[in-house]
């Protein structure tokens, strides 16, 4: 063997004894190391929450229509003493001109007045005078960027077992067909029972994002909350004019079952309702809309509920033409409708 191949071999043997002796070749196939998990973000303690806003809620009692005393709750909006609660929780006192009582967690037992109200969303506005002990006011969040899955707090005095707190999540969106015209629920699984109407479901951080108003009795942790941006839209007019104006155009619409939908080809996000009625004479019917008629969009914006047409209907301007998409026969039109106030 010449003297180069023996130094060819020299290195060889080299190569392949570092190579023997490395981590990877010692670990075949081996792959780089995977990155450690993110951190789990840590949740807001629940008694941290609960102590920052407990306090903002009080106790409605009135005298009911029977004679009796009807039981509700609601919560602190701002330092003037504004208190929101759900209509139906005063609704017998305005009819009788009976007292409606605010009591706090420290006792405190405040007349309260009726600042204004909309029984068509079942929110009121009450004032009370907190003199020189202010109670802590609950901010207003952002019901639209709820998530289903969010954890959720439900405060208020079921069965005037003040200051009660249950826990749960936000079960389901845009429930509608429950109670009125403008339904938009929130879901949640939260315990909610008789007296807590009008109380608020509270984010996790510390935000009011509904107020909780009905329980379907007949199934198990099904709450509903009316969405606090449904309270924002309207409390500009509670306050300037105690009550809440509105437009319409004289249609009333329901919703499209999923298999309905499945036939209309409505598909994806599209839901869409169908138009069951058309008052002759006013804007729907000037603008050509008839009954079995699929509205698709107001303004661009997608309709997704009864409730949500009638809201999208209601907050636009009277005497300001509004864009209508609809299917009809398989083909889509757009038309346009003049909205006037609603009486």
């Not at 005037?160 to 938009?184: N, W």
Request: proline share 6%; with cysteine; aromatic share 4%.
């Amino acid at each position: 063997m010449t003297l180069f191949r023996l130094q060819c071999c020299a290195c060889l043997l080299v190569w392949l004894g570092l190579l023997l002796s490395s981590p990877l070749a010692q670990q075949p196939g081996a792959r780089p190391k995977p990155r450690p998990p993110a951190p789990v973000p840590q949740l807001p303690n629940i008694a941290d929450v609960v102590a920052r806003t407990n306090g903002g809620v009080v106790n409605i009692q009135s005298v009911s229509e029977d004679g009796g005393t009807s039981i509700g709750s609601g919560f602190c909006l701002d330092a003037k003493g504004e208190i929101v609660t759900n209509f139906h929780v005063i609704r017998d006192a305005l009819k009788i001109g009976g007292p409606i009582l605010a009591v706090t967690q420290d006792g405190r037992i405040l007349t309260a007045s009726v600042r204004g109200y909309d029984e068509a969303t079942d929110l009121a506005l009450l004032e009370v005078d907190l003199g020189q002990q202010p109670l802590p006011t609950l901010p207003l969040g952002d019901s639209d960027a709820v998530r289903v899955g969010d954890w959720v707090i439900a405060i208020g005095s079921p069965f005037e077992l003040d200051h009660t707190v249950t826990v749960g999540i936000i079960s389901g969106k845009g429930r509608s067909g429950l109670d009125g015209a403008y339904d938009d629920f929130l879901q949640t699984d939260a315990a909610i029972n008789f007296g807590n109407s009008g109380g608020p479901l509270v984010a996790l951080t510390g935000e009011v994002i509904g107020i909780n108003t009905l329980v379907l009795a007949r199934g198990q942790g099904l709450g509903f909350a009316i969405p606090v941006n449904i309270l924002k839209e309207i409390l500009p007019d509670l306050r300037a004019m105690g009550r809440v104006r509105r437009s319409s155009i004289g249609v009333e619409a329901v919703d499209i079952s999923a298999l309905d939908r499945r036939g209309l080809g409505l598909t994806g996000a599209v839901r869409g309702v169908r138009v069951a009625k058309v008052e002759r004479g006013l804007p729907g019917d000037q603008a050509g809309l008839r009954r079995g008629d699929i509205v698709v969009t107001v303004e661009g914006t997608p309709v997704m509920s009864s409730g949500h047409f009638n809201r999208l209907i209601a907050r636009s301007r009277p005497g300001t033409a509004i864009q209508i998409r609809i299917r009809r026969e398989e083909k889509e039109y757009t038309v346009a409708a003049i909205p006037i106030e609603k009486k």
